[in-house]
């Protein structure tokens, strides 16, 4: 079972059962996933192999096979690597920013502390050189699961050409992927890690109004397929429509306990609970509070 960090928790349960009924059985469990998020319970392991930070030896070889990498001096790699402190993502894109700015300037002397330290500062550096690439990228992040270039160019008010070329330039630079289902072609983050920095580069007000714009599309985009009132009232929480956030939890929460999914029922009930607050009149707050 792979990516069991993204595993909801009925089917966590379900594992649980299935688990306990093959006890008996010559058949090898074997579930993989990221220390983050944080994983429901997941049956108990008999045996765990913890991949921990690469070694200097293994980082170097990781640079070095990196595309360009050979056009970097031994110096310049120590240094990616000394920075990238045994995480295989770091090593890449430090690798890869040192590739890009001896591109740009090939003469040019280099200063130890030019190198970015921090992924945020490593995508910023790397969407400086595409064009739109900020813009686009930051959407993307908001919208936080994979998304057709369709859907992102409706979400930017622009034409599905003009979004292309800034998908295909993200792709590029290692920040997205694609892949193809049902004949249309998807993107995604590379890592949860490069949403993560994406999402939080952009000002309060900004994500807001993104989350916003989103609930609209989804609201009015038929074409984009059905959506289950979680996801509405996620993007309706993170735009602090906070009423309309509420009621949409507990329809979320009502449809999953009537398809037996009691854990997410629970969940989503709570997290209408947990915007409450938010609502300053105490009349509108009791009759939601009564609701959920």
Same mark, same amino acid.
């Given at each position: 079972?792979?990516?069991?960090?993204?595993i909801?928790?009925?089917?966590?349960e379900?594992?649980?059962?299935?688990v306990?009924?093959?006890?008996n $059985?010559?058949?090898l469990?074997?579930?993989?996933?990221?220390s983050f998020p944080k994983s429901? *319970?997941?049956?108990s392991?008999e045996?765990?192999?913890?991949?921990?930070?690469l070694?200097?030896?293994?980082?170097?070889e990781?640079?070095?096979?990196i595309?360009?990498a050979?056009?970097?001096?031994?110096e310049?790699l120590t240094?990616?690597?000394?920075a990238?402190?045994?995480i295989?993502l770091?090593?890449e894109?430090l690798?890869?920013?040192?590739v890009d700015?001896?591109?740009?300037a090939?003469n040019a002397?280099?200063?130890?502390g030019?190198?970015?330290?921090?992924?945020a500062a490593?995508?910023?550096e790397?969407?400086d050189?595409?064009a739109?690439?900020?813009?686009?990228?930051?959407?993307?992040?908001?919208i936080?699961?994979?998304?057709?270039?369709d859907?992102?160019?409706?979400?930017l008010?622009?034409n599905?050409q *003009?979004i292309?070329?800034p998908l295909e330039?993200l792709?590029?630079a290692e920040?997205?992927?694609s *892949?193809?289902?049902?004949?249309?072609?998807?993107?995604?983050?590379?890592?949860?890690?490069l949403?993560r920095? $994406?999402y939080?580069?952009?000002?309060?007000s900004?994500?807001?109004?993104?989350?916003a714009n989103?609930?609209?599309?989804?609201?009015?985009?038929?074409?984009? @397929?059905?959506f289950?009132?979680e996801?509405?009232?996620y993007?309706?929480?993170?735009?602090?429509?906070?009423q309309e956030?509420?009621?949409?939890?507990?329809?979320? @929460?009502?449809?999953a306990a009537r398809?037996?999914?009691?854990?997410?029922?629970?969940?989503?009930?709570?997290? @209408?609970?947990g915007?409450l607050?938010?609502i300053s009149s105490p009349?509108?707050?009791?009759k939601?509070e009564l609701?959920?």
């Amino acid at each position: 079972v792979d990516d069991v960090h993204w595993i909801d928790p009925s089917s966590a349960e379900l594992l649980q059962e299935l688990v306990k009924r093959l006890v008996n $059985a010559a058949v090898l469990v074997a579930l993989t996933g990221r220390s983050f998020p944080k994983s429901p *319970n997941l049956p108990s392991a008999e045996n765990a192999i913890e991949l921990g930070q690469l070694s200097l030896d293994e980082c170097y070889e990781l640079a070095r096979a990196i595309p360009r990498a050979q056009d970097l001096s031994d110096e310049e790699l120590t240094r990616a690597v000394e920075a990238a402190d045994g995480i295989p993502l770091f090593v890449e894109y430090l690798v890869l920013s040192l590739v890009d700015q001896k591109e740009q300037a090939p003469n040019a002397a280099r200063r130890r502390g030019d190198l970015p330290l921090t992924l945020a500062a490593m995508i910023s550096e790397r969407l400086d050189r595409v064009a739109d690439g900020r813009r686009v990228v930051q959407a993307a992040a908001c919208i936080g699961r994979p998304f057709t270039a369709d859907f992102l160019a409706a979400l930017l008010q622009e034409n599905a050409q *003009n979004i292309v070329e800034p998908l295909e330039a993200l792709i590029d630079a290692e920040i997205l992927r694609s *892949n193809h289902e049902d004949r249309e072609a998807r993107f995604e983050f590379r890592h949860a890690l490069l949403q993560r920095a $994406a999402y939080e580069s952009m000002v309060q007000s900004e994500r807001r109004a993104t989350h916003a714009n989103i609930v609209k599309q989804l609201q009015h985009d038929s074409a984009a @397929g059905p959506f289950v009132p979680e996801l509405i009232a996620y993007h309706l929480t993170a735009s602090a429509q906070f009423q309309e956030a509420i009621k949409t939890w507990l329809d979320a @929460g009502t449809n999953a306990a009537r398809r037996s999914a009691h854990i997410e029922a629970v969940e989503d009930l709570r997290r @209408g609970l947990g915007l409450l607050n938010e609502i300053s009149s105490p009349e509108l707050r009791a009759k939601l509070e009564l609701g959920l």
